[in-house]
């Protein structure tokens, strides 16, 4: 059973860039998982930010299309959210989401804070 865990949070400047790491923490290859990142900040609703299909496919929320990217690290059995010119808009605790038919598996999250 997968155990996701999320890193590379942290505090961050506007206009500055993260990178987060979304991996099974048994190293199981994610390569047959549909995986997504999720973010929610407090009082609001969990919202999806990108998208990662195991054929190759991506997909972005609109407010990620043109500063966020999603990719793999078949290797490393990763997947990365690289975000560019934070906004403090962008402050919330993110998520990745591993999910496989009807299986979904969340990891506990990695908080980002934008500020100056």
């Known amino acids: 059973q997968l155990h996701l865990v999320e890193s590379g949070g942290g505090l961050v400047q506007p206009g500055g860039s993260l990178r987060l790491s979304c991996a099974d923490s048994k190293a199981t290859s994610l390569s047959f998982y549909t995986v997504k990142w999720y973010r929610q900040s407090p009082g609001e609703q969990r919202e999806l930010v990108a998208g990662?299909?195991?054929?190759?496919?991506?997909d972005y929320a609109h407010f990620a299309r043109d500063r966020f990217t999603i990719s793999r690290d078949p290797a490393k059995k990763t997947v990365y959210l690289q975000m560019d010119n934070l906004e403090p808009r962008d402050t919330a605790t993110y998520c990745c989401?591993?999910?496989?038919?009807?299986?979904?598996?969340w990891g506990k999250g990695t908080q980002v804070t934008v500020s100056p």
């Open positions: 989401c591993a999910v496989l038919g009807g299986f979904n598996k």
């Open positions: 990662s299909g195991s054929g190759g496919s991506t």
